[in-house]
């Protein structure tokens, strides 16, 4: 087949499959842009070997589309920096007829690093079928044992990225492959599995309920059906065909805050014209000949590249996590797992930075740092110092540089607005400081009576609610990613949600002295329903003197898995059950005068699925029951919320 026929060909079937693959860029680029991006193209041409569009073999026969770029007249031979994708890194900006923005891979080469970028399987020129929290983890590894034994290559590759571009590193590293040498992972919690008390199985789950930021994230990336090279089509042939469109899916503009609503759940992306497959194969499964839901204890999901606490991860580690993202709980509990049962050196080869940020929005951070309403002040800090510190350390064998000056936890404190340094996390000063719930029994809504106080109560006036499923409490900024324009992540206000009556409000006394809250927050209730099933709602909040009251961090635990996440055990109208939520994790200064809050309610939609409280799958099911939930508090039943204080002076945090 000759270039004319083959790129003929390949227009051909992009424009028969409906018109449903453009390129991914949006908007023009200014001329001045425009001149930057080929003034940077032409540079990398000067100080590069530059190899586009290598289809790298996978052991099943896969190919992935893979650009390297090299040293030009290196000394020797270089270290590898390795990004690993599922979204568009095509070299070319189709829509503006320019190459795209080189000068992270420019950085890289002037540094003496080789750039290598590659797709996951089943994304833009890669073969295969994408699967998400299912990628082979071979892949990883088979092309970490391809670049490392290059002539070129020193036999020593650092992974870098965030999001999707890091939840892949933990489970190749586990695999050991000589070559990984340095992994840079960057709010990577959908790669994570289980670990201690989280069983999120890549962010699926949240104490058992089911986070529904996939439905939208996958809506655009489940690109199964899409235009397909020939396996001989010559490497420039595939250069050339990336100036005329890069196989970017164009997904019709959907309002998620509207689609989120839909019932069952399983058929909302089918209700928006959505793809089929990875999102119904990880909703139902077949058991015994009936449907089920895929439970988070479910043997699936070690068929694919999660990482469990159970696989040995002995990989020098730089760990960036936020204060706002979906996962950073389960990311602080990774570390310390590492920390804890790596092999020497590797265990104290470790490194967290926690921002006070949304999810990837690290170097998005400017001299007023704004997440959601809050100004968390100057929150800058030089990444790509850390991350090529880092590199050069494990990747060049330089001991004396600048990753020997960086403390192994740096952490943002918000509210005092600054960076902090600690050997561990929470750092070795936190104590813990315990509140308990109290109420004359009317703590609904913030014009309740809602209190946290020293002891709990001697009796108990129960604190009821009514939480029916067809007008759950909406999501209000928050820890979250990828849902679109259903919310908005970051810390708001949260005085217009609590007028609702299916909020309970409980509100500490202002501090008299004002202390830190490092660590680990962890809420325990004593609740009762009506209801066989139905949920229970965490925000651990600071309240301002003048009223307005920022969220710091959110759960959520559906009863059913209230006894551990292997099994489920419905609830007994009116019996009153201890449940305490998987720890929420902040940094936080409390000002003279702030006060310390809790929000108790049963859903905090569309963040996470709303509990229709039938006892049934949810998942399928298109009607739900009201509830009536109560809240107990009293010495028989010490509902609290246990912070993590650090008090720099005073014995003890007093409130006026």
């Not at 870098?160 to 990577?188: D, I, K, Y």
Request: some cysteine; hydrophobic content about 35%.
């Amino acid at each position: 087949m000759t270039i004319t026929r083959r790129l003929a060909w390949a227009t051909t079937v992009a424009i028969i499959l409906a018109g449903s693959f453009l390129p991914a860029q949006q908007g023009t680029l200014t001329p001045a842009e425009q001149q930057r991006r080929k003034d940077l193209e032409a540079k990398l041409q000067d100080i590069a070997v530059v190899e586009r569009r290598v289809m790298i073999p996978m052991k099943d026969g896969v190919r992935l589309v893979t650009d390297i770029y090299r040293p030009k007249n290196a000394a020797g031979k270089v270290p590898i920096v390795f990004v690993k994708t599922p979204y568009n890194f095509n070299f070319w900006d189709v829509r503006n007829g320019v190459p795209a923005d080189m000068s992270r891979i420019i950085e890289a080469i002037e540094k003496g690093y080789a750039y290598v970028g590659q797709n996951e399987r089943g994304h833009f020129f890669s073969e295969g079928n994408y699967d998400i929290l299912g990628a082979p983890i071979t892949d990883g590894y088979e092309t970490i044992d391809y670049l490392t034994k290059q002539p070129w290559s020193n036999g020593k590759l650092g992974t870098t990225g965030c999001s999707s571009t890091a939840e892949w590193q933990p489970a190749v590293a586990s695999l050991g492959h000589p070559g990984f040498a340095a992994m840079n992972v960057q709010g990577f919690g959908a790669g994570v599995g289980k670990v201690g008390p989280y069983w999120e199985q890549g962010n699926w789950y949240r104490g058992g309920a089911m986070q529904m930021l996939f439905i939208t994230w996958i809506y655009g990336e489940q690109n199964q059906v899409r235009p397909m090279f020939p396996k001989d089509t010559p490497r420039e042939d595939l250069i050339a065909a990336s100036r005329l469109f890069d196989l970017a899916p164009r997904m019709p503009p959907v309002d998620w805050d509207k689609a989120l609503w839909h019932l069952p759940t399983q058929d909302i992306l089918k209700s928006v014209g959505g793809p089929r497959g990875i999102f119904a194969d990880r909703m139902p499964v077949e058991t015994g000949g009936a449907m089920q839901q895929r439970e988070p204890s479910s043997d699936a999901w070690r068929k694919g590249g999660l990482w469990h606490d159970d696989m040995a991860l002995n990989v020098p580690g730089l760990w960036f996590m936020s204060w706002y993202d979906v996962s950073v709980g389960p990311n602080l509990e990774m570390f310390n797992h590492v920390r804890r049962s790596a092999k020497a050196p590797m265990k104290d080869q470790q490194w967290a930075v926690i921002a006070p940020v949304a999810h990837c929005a690290y170097t998005r951070a400017s001299e007023h740092t704004i997440v959601g309403e809050r100004d968390m002040g100057d929150a800058r800090l030089d990444y790509n110092d850390i991350v090529y510190g880092f590199f050069d350390k494990f990747l060049k064998g330089d001991q004396n540089g600048r990753l020997e000056k960086q403390a192994r936890v740096t952490y943002y404190t918000m509210g005092s607005n600054k960076w902090q340094t600690s050997d561990v996390w929470p750092p070795a000063a936190a104590q813990p400081m315990t509140f308990h719930l109290s109420s004359g029994g009317r703590a609904n809504s913030l014009n309740g009576d809602g209190q946290l106080t020293a002891a709990p109560p001697d009796a108990d006036t129960p604190d009821v609610f009514t939480y029916d499923p067809m007008n759950p409490v909406n999501s209000y900024g928050g820890n979250v990613c990828c849902t679109g324009n259903a919310i908005t992540a970051g810390s708001f206000d949260q005085r217009k949600m609590e007028s609702r009556h299916d909020i309970l409000v409980y509100t500490s006394e202002p501090f008299k002295d004002g202390i830190e809250v490092s660590g680990p927050i962890t809420p325990t209730l004593y609740v009762s329903s009506d209801a066989k099933d139905t949920d229970f709602t965490v925000k651990v909040i600071d309240v301002y003197p003048d009223g307005r009251a920022y969220n710091l961090d959110e759960s959520i635990q559906r009863m059913r898995y209230r006894d551990g996440y292997d099994k489920k055990v419905w609830m007994e109208k009116d019996k009153v059950y201890k449940v305490a939520l998987q720890p929420l994790n902040t940094s936080n200064y409390f000002a003279a005068g702030h006060r310390l809050r809790i929000e108790v309610s049963s859903s905090n939609f569309p963040r996470f699925d709303r509990n229709l409280n039938t006892g049934g799958n949810n998942f399928d099911e298109s009607k739900g029951v009201v509830a009536r939930n109560v809240v107990h508090h009293s010495k028989q039943y010490p509902s609290s919320v246990t912070i993590s204080v650090i008090r720099p002076t005073a014995p003890t945090a007093r409130i006026q």
